[in-house]
């Protein structure tokens, strides 16, 4: 393994059926409230958020810092409504793994199906966060809990309705091929799926679902994940935004290499490919969602997985979903036949 090989920060893509509660479990986990910032409630575009190991461990109250080696994850927000597959299809393509949102009283829709299709696709390892459990009648909120403590805390008919919902879910992905289980009776994650019942509204269940992607990916994913740190870029552009003082930029999730300043850079625009070069690199905050963060910071580089915000001249008509690449050591034909490929 090459010395400066290391784990990068797995993505992890938020899938579902509109209004499940995608945009709410990554406010709980971000402690922040984007939710009430979309018209209507409904999320337009694919977003991104990295959340830093130290918060994960804190949150999941059960980690240990000393046994984990992934630098944190990058959680993507994907709209569930029906008229944006093709947002969908982008983000199921970036994911190293995903949780697949189902509010638990609804049962499977119409994109958590497509969702599940996506990611059959891909074959990327995935949870199902069975959501909303605090709407079950007479459940009694336990805030922040792990869910087995909540779970101990109902009175049986609470319990009973739980499971029956839950196997009710156990028996949909079986219609679709899929073996699961609820998480805490699953012994091989590379054979069961974990069906972990949450609350993204009262945080039940979150550390759970927080424990079992970072079990996912140290246990299947760091030979997939480790990365020649300094390798050149390569990302997807997510949007393309004019920005007062900096021109038009690009949202980029760069999901392999290092991207810096001052780097050629290839993209597609509509009708033309783009070579360009990185006037600056802004990074959000961790905890904050790329898309309406405001105060980035100014990085010199930057390594995957990371969402980023790109300015460089002659980005006018750029389009969303270009992958954008880095031309490194003369290797700039194949860069272009690359990024001429990939649209
Ligand atoms: P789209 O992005 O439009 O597909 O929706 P979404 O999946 O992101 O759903 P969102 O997080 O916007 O939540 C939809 C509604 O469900 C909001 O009114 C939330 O407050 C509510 N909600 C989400 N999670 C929970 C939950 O665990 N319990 C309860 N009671 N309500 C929830
Ligand atoms: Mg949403």
């Not at 982008?90 to 969702?115: H, K, S, W």
């Not at 805030?143 to 109902?154: N, S």
């Not at 069961?192 to 949450?198: E, H, S």
């Not at 390594?303 to 300015?311: C, D, F, P, S």
């Amino acid at each position: 393994m090459a010395k400066e090989s290391k784990i990068r920060t797995p993505i992890v893509c938020v899938m579902g059926h509109v209004d499940h509660g995608k945009t709410s479990l990554l406010d709980r986990i971000r402690g922040s409230s984007v939710v009430s910032t979309e018209a209507g409630a409904i999320t337009q575009h694919i977003g991104a958020t990295l959340v830093p190991i130290d918060a994960i461990v804190r949150m999941s109250g059960a980690l240990s810092k000393v046994n984990v080696n992934v630098p944190g994850l990058l959680f993507i927000d994907t709209p569930g409504h029906h008229a944006f597959t093709t947002l969908r299809a982008r983000g199921g393509a970036l994911a190293d793994m995903a949780i697949v949102v189902v509010d638990i009283n609804e049962g499977f829709r119409p994109q958590t199906i497509e969702a599940l299709q996506i990611l059959r696709n891909y074959r990327t390892p995935f949870v199902i966060a069975a959501n909303k459990i605090d709407r079950i009648h007479g459940w009694r909120v336990n805030e922040g809990q792990p869910f087995l403590k909540t779970f101990a805390q109902q009175n049986e008919r609470v319990q009973g309705m739980l499971e029956t919902k839950v196997y009710e879910l156990v028996g949909k992905l079986s219609e679709l091929g899929f073996n699961s289980e609820r998480f805490d009776r699953v012994s091989d994650f590379a054979r069961n799926i974990c069906i972990v019942p949450i609350s993204a509204l009262t945080g039940e269940g979150v550390p759970d679902i927080l424990m079992v992607l970072i079990g996912l990916a140290q246990r299947y994913m760091t030979e997939s994940l480790r990365v020649s740190a300094d390798g050149p870029g390569a990302g997807t552009v997510l949007e393309v935004k004019e920005e007062r003082g900096l021109g038009m930029t690009l949202d980029v999730i760069l999901y392999d290499g290092t991207l810096k300043v001052g780097d050629e850079i290839v993209v597609a625009g509509n009708d033309q490919i783009i070579e360009t070069k990185v006037r600056s690199l802004l990074q959000p905050r961790p905890m904050k969602e790329i898309l309406i963060e405001e105060r980035f910071e100014r990085v010199k580089s930057i390594t995957a997985a990371a969402g980023i915000k790109v300015a460089a001249p002659k980005l006018e008509g750029v389009i969303a979903g270009s992958p954008l690449r880095v031309i490194r050591g003369g290797n700039r034909d194949e860069v272009v036949e690359q990024v001429r490929h990939e649209i």
